[in-house]
C-alpha cells in the first residue's frame, strides 16, 4: 500500500529554520515525482515545491523560492523540506505528496500532514 508519512513540524520563530521529512513506502523514488502541498486557514491549497524522479529536477512556488530546498533519499525512502529564512505566512499544515510529475499539480496520495507555526 502506498503510504506518505510526514514529520518534522512544530513551532518556530519568524527567520528560524525547520526541516519537514517524508518517508514514503509502496512505491519507489526512483519512478515518481514527490512534493509538498499547504493549506493554511483562510488561503487556497498551494503547491510549494516538488522534486522529480528522473532527473532530480524541483519545482518551487514564488511564494518560497529562496527560502525552501526540497530533496530526497532514495536509499532511505525520504524526502525532504528545507524550510529557512521562515515568515509567519508560512504557517500551515504542510503535507506530502506523489505526483506524476513536477509541477505538483496533480496528486493521488498523500500523508496526513504536519503543522509549521511560525510565530515569535
Known amino acids: 500500500q502506498v503510504q506518505l508519512v510526514e514529520s518534522g513540524g512544530g513551532l518556530v520563530q519568524p527567520g528560524g529554520s525547520l526541516r519537514l521529512s517524508c518517508v514514503v513506502s509502496?512505491?519507489?523514488?526512483?519512478?515518481?515525482?514527490v512534493g509538498w502541498f499547504r493549506q493554511a486557514p483562510g488561503k487556497e491549497r498551494e503547491g510549494v515545491s516538488c522534486?522529480?524522479?528522473?532527473?532530480?529536477?524541483?519545482y518551487y512556488a514564488a511564494s518560497v523560492k529562496g527560502r525552501f530546498a526540497i530533496s530526497r533519499d532514495n536509499a532511505k525512502n525520504t524526502v525532504y523540506l528545507q524550510m529557512n529564512n521562515l515568515k509567519p505566512e508560512d504557517t500551515a499544515v504542510y503535507y506530502c505528496?506523489?505526483?506524476?510529475?513536477?509541477?505538483?499539480?496533480?496528486?493521488?496520495?498523500w500523508g496526513r500532514g504536519t503543522q509549521v507555526t511560525v510565530s515569535s
Open positions: 505528496a506523489r505526483y506524476g510529475a513536477c509541477p505538483p499539480i496533480t496528486y493521488d496520495y
Open positions: 522534486i522529480s524522479s528522473s532527473d532530480t529536477s524541483t
Open positions: 509502496g512505491f519507489s523514488l526512483d519512478y515518481f515525482a
